[in-house]
């Protein structure tokens, strides 16, 4: 599926990741962010399996489709824990969120459908961004 990469944490333990995206710089305009665009998005084993756990049938779906979804999401938005939403109508609307460390790379943390209803009220709210 990935290909590993290796990526030494503050901690000095290694830990298998795989670069998977970077933060563009039109996410960081449309959603007011404050740090520099080209931060790397990673996904490790430990997070590919919370998704399998979690979200099975989802990840079984839609699990290949990840970096698309980073690389073209038709919503993004920023959650009040800092996390980054990506949102991509595939056949359904399929949510990634990242989450940024204190080195600044993020990490794909979960991915799960959401439905027509919440996407059209969170934009309602202005919780999500159109990324045209």
Known sequence: MFTPT??????HSVHWATKIGVV???VINLLSLNFVAGAPICISDQNIDHMKLQHPVDYGMYGEDIGLI???PDF???KSDGS???IKEIDQYVKVAV????RGWWY???LFHVS???VALWVKRNRLKEFF
Do not use: F, M, P, S
Not at 99 to 102: A, L, S, V
């Open 108 to 110: 794909a943390r979960t």
């Open 99 to 102: 989450r940024g460390t204190k």
């Open 76 to 78: 993004i938005g920023l």
């Open 6 to 11: 290796v990526n030494a944490h503050a901690n």
């Open 84 to 86: 980054l939403e990506y």
């Open 116 to 118: 027509d209803a919440d």
């Open 24 to 26: 563009e710089q039109k």
């Open 70 to 72: 980073l690389a073209e």
